[in-house]
């Protein structure tokens, strides 16, 4: 079965300390995924996706098919951080994406 | 651009009614895809369209309807409300390659 776990509902770190979201997936095939954040107020919007090997605001993700994980992770976190973090799977070659269940981020001053 | 538009925002039905709910992806996206979002879980996919075709359904009963028009704007169709079907639905539209581009949502509240 095709899954995304997010174990975590609510994560709190202090501000400058380290920032890991866990992510895990379950899927035979090769997959692609994706970090999606909501912004209080603000839209779901894509954070980063595993292909690009980008770091966006501070945020890295490295896929390990051997452990089937995604974790997003920042070295410094910054109260700009706080939102919900959803971890995605693209199974296909399509936009039916399946979202975990997402994470809290609360950043403490 | 505006970005992914829906609408209304918000509407309240009662159990047994039906409901349309709109969506107009950005400019120049041909998929369009929605998904319900229960308070407290991620958004869950219920359809995709792409170039006016059904392209992908997820695992929600035969209540659930939709379409995509000549100009890539689409309509999510939901008869015969129950309770459970209370949430967020989101339309997000996209080149058709994983990377979403979502609306604000319409938020139902089904009595």
């Known amino acids: 079965a095709q899954r995304v776990t997010q174990p975590e509902k609510l994560l709190s770190v202090f501000k400058g300390a380290p920032v890991e979201l866990k992510c895990n997936y379950s899927?035979?095939?090769?997959?692609?995924l994706f970090w999606y954040v909501q912004y209080s107020r603000q839209r779901l919007q894509l954070l980063l996706r595993h292909i690009s090997r980008e770091s966006i605001k501070g945020f890295t993700a490295d896929l390990n098919k051997g452990e089937t994980s995604f974790h997003l992770k920042k070295p410094f976190a910054q109260e700009e951080d706080s939102a919900m973090y959803y971890c995605a799977l693209v199974p296909g070659r399509d936009d039916k994406i399946i979202f975990g269940k997402g994470t809290r981020l609360h950043i403490l001053p | 651009d505006a970005g992914v538009t829906q609408s209304p925002t918000h509407l309240i039905k009662t159990r047994g009614q039906h409901v349309t709910l709109r969506c107009s992806p950005i400019?120049?996206?041909?998929?369009v895809s929605w998904y319900q979002q229960v308070l407290g879980q991620g958004p869950q996919f219920i359809f995709q369209?792409?170039?006016?075709?059904?392209?992908g359904r997820g695992n929600f009963p035969d209540r659930f309807s939709a379409r995509q028009f000549p100009n890539y704007s689409s309509e999510l169709n939901v008869n015969a409300l129950l309770l459970g079907d209370s949430a967020l639905y989101l339309c997000?539209?996209?080149f058709g390659t994983g990377e979403l581009f979502f609306g604000e949502g319409s938020r139902l509240t089904v009595l």
């Open positions: 400019s120049g996206h041909k998929s």
């Open positions: 369209y792409y170039e006016k075709e059904e392209r």
């Open positions: 997000a539209s996209s």
């Open positions: 899927y035979s095939g090769s997959p692609e």
